[in-house]
Structures are given as structure tokens and as C-alpha cells.
């Protein structure tokens, strides 16, 4: 069943939201930060969450357990990641619509996820996750930064906030399996 395997690997939401706080932390004190600081700092952050989006593809798709848009999640996330470290002589602004692109599909995988998962699963947290995602990657796309200082700040608030939606989502997870584990099999 779906919902045991997410609830055994609580702790994939809790790197993703240790990754998130840590980058927030780092793009927020560093507001001033060079054009190049804030490009790496934006796409290693878009890479390692697409790697963690991979790592759960992976688990649930050992599980023969629904994977599809987990591994959309971490392949987008890679891949425009990539791209940005790859070609940093592009602009602030082009980075800041990859970026933003970038959040809208992460919000958008977020909610389909959210959909998929069964009630009780801590899934009103997921979609709340993929709507402030879906929100704060408009922002972006509609209002192309002209310094480093805005989008170091923007990027930093919505890390700090997914990380925080996700150390709750992984501590909820977590609370659910030991509850699960406590309840007789219905075997």
C-alpha cells in the first residue's frame, strides 16, 4: 500500500526540508551575495531537491507504488538545475524565470501527488506545499528580479517555508507509521 511505504520513509521529507532550511538560511544572509553566488546557491538547491525527488521515485517504485510524479519532480528539478549551473553567463532575470518555472512545476507535481495519496496521509500538507509553490513561483515568473538582493530574499522565504511545511509532513508521517505499527494486522 501506498500510503505504508510513505509513511516508512518519513525522513526523505525531512532532507528535502533540512536542504530547503539550509538554503534559505544561506540565500537570506547573504542578501548582497555576487550574481554568480546566488546562481550556484540556486541551482546546487534545484539539483540536490531533484535528487531527493529521486531517491523517493526510487523507494516507491521498489515498492511497486506510484512513482510517475515523484520522478517528474526530480528530473525537472535536475535538469533546470543542471542548466543553470551549466550556463551562468545568462542573465539574472532568465535565471529568475527558470527558477520560477521551476517552482510552478514543483508546486503542480506537489498537488498531483497530493491527489494521489490516500486520506489521513498528511496530504493537505503536500498540496499546501505545491500551493505556495504554484504562488511564489508566479511571483517570479511575473516580476524578473533586477538584483541579486530580491531574489536571494524571495528564494530564501519560500525555501524556509517548504522546509518548514516539510519537517511537519515528515514528523506527521512519521507520527502516522508508529500508529500504524501500533494497530493489529489486519492479516
Known amino acids: 500500500m501506498e500510503v505504508d511505504v510513505i509513511l516508512r520513509n518519513w525522513w526523505s521529507y525531512l532532507l528535502r ?9 544561506l540565500l537570506l544572509g547573504w542578501p548582497a551575495a555576487t550574481l554568480k553566488v546566488a546562481i550556484v546557491l540556486i541551482g546546487i538547491l534545484m539539483v540536490m531537491d531533484g535528487l531527493a525527488a529521486m531517491i523517493r521515485s526510487a523507494l516507491l517504485a521498489g515498492r511497486k507504488e506510484k512513482w510517475g510524479w515523484t520522478l517528474v519532480a526530480g528530473i525537472s528539478g535536475i535538469l533546470v538545475g543542471a542548466i543553470i549551473l551549466g550556463h551562468m553567463e545568462f542573465s539574472l ?15 503542480v507535481v506537489e498537488i498531483a501527488i497530493a491527489f494521489e495519496m490516500p486520506p489521513q496521509s498528511g496530504r493537505e500538507i503536500v498540496g499546501v506545499v505545491g500551493i505556495i509553490s504554484i504562488a511564489f513561483g508566479i511571483v517570479i515568473v511575473a516580476y524578473p528580479f533586477e538584483s541579486v538582493y530580491a531574489l536571494s530574499v524571495i528564494l ?13 509532513a515528515a514528523f ?9 505499527q501500533k494497530l493489529p494486522s489486519a492479516d
Not at 526540508?17 to 538560511?25: D, E, K, N, T
Not at 532575470?93 to 508546486?107: E, H, K, P, R, T
Open 93 to 107: 532575470a532568465f535565471v529568475a524565470v527558470l527558477a520560477g518555472i521551476w517552482v510552478v512545476l514543483s508546486g
Open 172 to 180: 506527521y508521517t512519521r507520527r502516522l507509521h508508529g500508529m500504524r
Open 17 to 25: 526540508a533540512i536542504v530547503a532550511v539550509v538554503f534559505g538560511i
Open 156 to 168: 530564501g522565504i519560500y525555501a524556509l517555508i517548504r522546509g518548514g511545511l516539510d519537517i511537519v
